[in-house]
């Protein structure tokens, strides 16, 4: 035990209400030293942050077009001037693998967040309002839960059409329901809480009591979802496009690259698929490392 | 003539939990009058806090009304619609609870929270509200209230908290404020500070205040009617001198032999034997098995209220005899 105690727990807040009442308008103890910049190093942080900026200095490193094709190049082997081959087209692998990680990104970012822009709200009013609209949106939630995910992606492709921004709406579907069953687990117990209980019996209307009392205090979950959603995400993209669903050859994406490539693999011309490969490993593995992480370190923090 | 703000009449309330299903109101009686604050006592489940819920029809999912009238200045409370039932909470009756820093929403500053409740109510605009929400937290005695508006709940105290939350509660100057035992978890100086700042408050905003509160001292010094609540029952309703000087309820008697005697040091002063088990039925009188003065006739049947004195009435076949006493 130190001798040198401090004196602040003399002028303790249960004694002196109004003085306590006078300590400064300052985050609680705690927060400031949690903001670090400590998870700047977790592996899986940087490994993210190399993918990004390689995307984006995608021009920089490779002075090839990513989607021009050139037949007089075609399937030629890693060399010093491409640095993964080039395809079956003749465009370079290297430059290519690089800009579908734009590709892959934008769309696995976007979809999840087109799944939570939907699922909140609705996840948030299932729990509020209970009884019907609750067990309406909860079964519509399960009946897209119980299909196999691409097989159901398929189907929906099928009706709009192959094309980018569909695939954008189909993921985004998928993530749907993930977000409204998790937002509507959060805020069910919060709608018995004391101070939602307390606005309501001060006469605040349901929509407010939604956005303002549920919406915020249900973000922290939904975010700590996030990552390992893009995770899933881009496996689903590059799944699809693999199948040649959504993004189409010469647009450059992983998935549609290895299938460029696979049936080259048996005359010894790994190159076109390995690479996009190794790619969407490198992505899923930043992310899910990511989205575990930061679910321990909330798990930590609630106990 | 003063006005009859609320008017409970055989309020009954059932709570089913698992096909077993117990009455938590068992019939309650109450009047509140324009001006006279009224103190509810009783031990914990008696149906203080149960009747207080009932009230603002915030009741427990489980729980229904099955009998029973509450009219608020006339109009029953028990069937309004959505659009009336809000407008009616927080700006005809207010509630403060228990614990106010759970009360109160974490994310969001408490200047915010008051200002919603009187935008709810007056139609103000946001800036307005804001300013009436700095205004009400001064007068709730809050040191530097423009930056204490901003402060998040867990940067308040206890009662610093339950401060804010009155100043929410009174925001639209409602005309009745229930208080749920506002004071329990804060200590005995802070305790006296936030009673007298909500009878205080509660006077100047011109609203009558029902004081639910386990410490009949409490209630004595605020209020000026009295309903002690026993097994889901107000067994003893009436002025406060009249129930405290002349009780006409032998549970009432015990309550106050028991506030009376603590300070004296030695044994804390209890009432022997248990609250009843409201899941099974009560024959007779509920207090029966507790009563020094039971007779076979009080296990049989169960009692009316019976007036002793205009206005006092207590609910125990020998009201007339007790009150003597």
Redesign the interface.
């Known amino acids: 035990m130190s001798t040198q105690t401090d004196p602040s727990h003399l002028t303790d807040?249960?004694?002196a209400?109004?003085l306590?009442?006078?300590?400064p308008?300052?985050p609680?103890r705690g927060w400031q030293s949690r903001r670090s910049w400590g998870w700047l190093r977790w592996p899986p942080v940087l490994l993210l942050i190399a993918l990004v900026t390689l995307s984006l200095l995608a021009p920089v490193l490779s002075p090839y077009d990513p989607e021009t094709p050139a037949p007089a190049d075609k399937l030629l082997p890693p060399s010093s001037s491409h640095w993964f081959g080039t395809d079956p087209l003749g465009m370079d692998v290297f430059a290519r693998t690089l800009y579908a990680t734009r590709t892959d990104l934008a769309i696995a970012v976007l979809s999840v967040l087109l799944g939570i822009a939907w699922g909140l709200p609705f996840g948030a009013l299932a729990a509020y309002s209970?009884r019907f609209v609750d067990r309406i949106l909860t079964r519509f939630a399960e009946m897209i839960q119980s299909f196999p995910q691409v097989l159901f992606a398929m189907a929906l492709f099928a009706a709009l059409g192959s094309n980018e921004l569909n695939l954008v709406l189909i993921i985004g579907f998928l993530n749907f329901p993930v977000y409204l069953m998790m937002v509507r687990s959060v805020a069910l117990p919060l709608r018995e809480?004391?101070?939602?209980?307390?606005?309501?019996?001060?006469?605040?209307?349901r929509w407010?009591i939604v956005l303002?009392?549920i919406v915020?205090?249900v973000l922290v979950p939904v975010f700590s979802q996030f990552a390992l959603s893009c995770a899933y995400a881009i496996q689903l993209i590059a799944g699809l496009s693999f199948i040649g669903l959504g993004v189409q050859i010469p647009t450059p994406e992983w998935g549609a690259m290895i299938n460029q490539g696979a049936s080259y693999i048996v005359f010894g011309e790994w190159w076109p698929s390995i690479f996009p490969g190794i790619a969407v490993v490198l992505s899923v593995l930043a992310l899910g490392g990511i989205g575990r992480r930061v679910r321990r370190a909330l798990l930590r923090e609630a106990t | 003539m003063a006005e009859t703000l609320l008017d409970l009449s055989d309020l009954r309330v059932t709570i089913a939990t698992r096909g077993r299903s117990g009455e938590v109101l068992r019939g309650v009686q109450l009047r509140v009058t324009e001006g006279r604050n009224l103190g509810i006592v009783g031990e914990s489940g008696s149906g203080k806090s149960m009747t207080a819920l009932a009230i603002l029809r915030e009741l427990p999912l489980a729980a229904r009304v099955t009998a029973g009238r509450i009219l608020y200045r006339g109009a029953d409370l028990l069937t309004l619609d959505g659009s009336r039932l809000r407008a009616l909470r927080g700006g005809e009756i207010a509630i403060v609870f228990q614990n106010a820093i759970a009360a109160l929403n974490p994310l969001l500053p408490v200047g915010r929270q008051i200002a919603d409740v009187y935008r709810v109510h007056e139609k103000a605009a946001k800036s307005e509200a804001w300013k009436r929400a700095v205004v009400l937290l001064g007068e709730m005695g809050m040191p530097d209230p423009a930056l204490r508006a901003r402060a998040y709940p867990h940067e308040l105290s206890g009662g610093m908290a339950q401060r804010a939350m009155v100043a929410m509660a009174l925001a639209s100057s409602p005309r009745v404020l229930i208080a749920d035992e506002p004071t329990t978890g804060l200590d005995l100086t802070i305790e006296a500070q936030v009673l007298e700042l909500i009878s205080r408050e509660a006077a100047r905003a011109g609203t009558t205040l029902i004081l639910i509160s386990h410490d009949i001292e409490v209630v004595a010094d605020l209020c000026a009617e009295i309903a002690v609540m026993y097994a889901g029952e107000v067994v003893e309703f009436g002025p406060l001198a009249d129930v405290l000087e002349r009780s006409a309820h032998p549970y009432t008697r015990e309550l106050l032999a028991c506030s009376r005697t603590t300070g004296n040091g030695g044994r804390l002063p209890f009432i022997p034997g248990q609250v009843p088990n409201l899941r099974e039925p009560i024959s007779g009188c509920p207090f029966a098995p507790r009563c020094p003065r039971a007779t076979d006739f009080c296990r049989r049947e169960a009692p009316p209220a019976i007036e002793v004195a205009p206005g006092h009435s207590a609910a125990c076949h020998y009201a007339d005899e007790v009150a003597k006493t």
Do not use: D
């Not at chain 1, 306590?20 to 300590?23: D, E, I, K, R, T």
């Not at chain 1, 809480?193 to 209307?205: D, H, I, K, Y």
């Open positions: 807040t249960t004694m209400p109004e306590s009442g006078v300590a308008v300052a609680p209970g809480s004391e101070f939602v209980q307390a606005a309501r019996c001060l006469g605040v209307p407010r303002r009392y915020p205090n």
